[in-house]
């Protein structure tokens, strides 16, 4: 068989993607907490109301403790993680939703889980099946390669990987039946897990691969001999997608910990920056599972511009060796750039990414809490 060059380039590529088990350290939002009081602000009359309705007296830890047993059977989590009391220890609904149970699916109940968890062994391409970064699969969803915007999309495996979707579908569904039976405090506890899963899917990062190809640092191709070169390609690959992934959300951070003028003047109105499309209210059970789909299809549309917002704010320095942000090594001075004057149309750029994800995010989370809340 003859073979152009057209067939080894894709070759090429195809062996690159296949090997490169993508598995970004940074989990989503750096901190889900900080999102919520714009998710309760501004509520309908009627959800603040139950929202706002006393919890009366909590279970007990050990309570809480053999409820989660179950749920890890019935839910297929960790059973070995043991969870924290939210805190701070909540009087009503809203304040377990801005407390700490949003964060609680980034303790440990989606990791290390067994092969039984992953029947389409989705892992490989996500994130392993050991360790912090084993929750990937049910964290992010990439929906597959759309030949009308190769680039945008490009990703390996080129179907779609990932099961936040599903995951959304089935907490959202046990949150409101447990609501509907009167356990409001459990109800909402996963309500808030069903949520953290949907704001990370808002974040580009957990719905687009490679957000520029730009990111790679193809330079390593050059190294000696060849195949070491291809190995070296894989790994540095996935370490410079990490520190971009990891930027992005520490920036975040540090706006809204900044309380970032624009961004929450932006975020005041999130059910009109939204870009991520309507989806009907009468969609009954399924409307978790679509919400999650159209969240993820208006993260990938959002990739390409946060690829190159961030190359210009963060140039290519997180591409050099020995950068890595999830070791502390090489962490960029975020405080001198949010005010560089030089830096200031990248800043903007980054910001209206930033506002039109976490409106989504915001928007999305109202839209779960509405329907969760629905008799
Ligand atoms: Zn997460």
């Not at 945008?152 to 039946?177: C, M, W, Y």
């Not at 409001?184 to 069903?194: D, F, H, K, M, P």
């Not at 690959?237 to 520190?243: A, C, E, H, K, V």
């Amino acid at each position: 068989m003859k073979t152009t060059a057209g067939t080894l380039f894709f070759g090429f590529f195809f062996g690159f993607f296949m090997l490169l088990s993508f598995a970004p350290q940074g989990f989503s939002w750096e901190r889900h907490e900080s999102i919520m009081p714009w998710v309760i602000s501004d509520l309908p009359p009627h959800l603040a109301t139950v929202l706002g309705a006393p919890l009366g007296s909590l279970p007990s830890a050990q309570t809480n403790k053999a409820f989660y047993q179950n749920l890890a059977k019935t839910l297929t989590l960790n059973p070995g993680v043991v969870l924290a009391e939210p805190m701070p220890s909540p009087a009503r609904p809203s304040e377990l939703l801005t407390g700490s149970a949003i964060d609680e699916p980034d303790k440990g109940m989606d990791e290390n889980l067994e092969a039984s968890a992953d029947p389409e062994n989705m892992r490989q391409f996500m994130g392993g099946t050991q360790g912090v970064t084993s929750k990937g699969f049910r964290h992010m969803y990439f929906g597959g390669m759309k030949l009308g915007h190769p680039f945008a999309t490009f990703q390996i495996p080129t179907h779609a990987v990932g099961l936040s979707p599903r995951r959304i579908a089935s907490l959202s569904l046990e949150a409101k039946n447990l609501i509907k039976s009167g356990n409001i405090y459990w109800g909402t506890r996963i309500l808030a897990w069903a949520m953290h899963l949907l704001q990370d899917l808002a974040q580009p990062f957990h719905a687009v691969q490679i957000p520029s190809l730009e990111m790679v640092p193809w330079g390593e191709l050059f190294n000696w001999p060849p195949s070491k070169a291809f190995s070296t390609l894989v790994s540095e690959t996935t370490r410079t997608i990490s520190n971009y992934h990891w930027a992005y959300e520490d920036f975040t951070l540090l706006l809204i910990a900044q309380k970032d003028l624009r961004l929450s003047e932006c975020l005041k109105e999130a059910d009109k920056k939204k870009t991520v499309r309507d989806v009907p209210k009468n969609l009954d059970k399924d409307y978790p599972g679509q919400l999650a789909l159209a969240v993820a299809q208006a993260s990938t549309d959002l990739g390409s511009d946060l690829g190159k917002a961030e190359l210009e704010l963060f140039g290519k320095g997180l591409k050099f060796r020995g950068v890595d942000l999830p070791k502390n090594q090489g962490t960029p001075n975020y405080a001198e750039l949010s005010i560089r004057p030089d830096l200031l149309d990248a800043r903007q750029a980054l910001l209206a990414v930033n506002c039109k994800a976490l409106s989504n995010a915001i928007w999305a989370s109202r839209g779960l809490i509405d329907w969760a809340f629905q008799p």
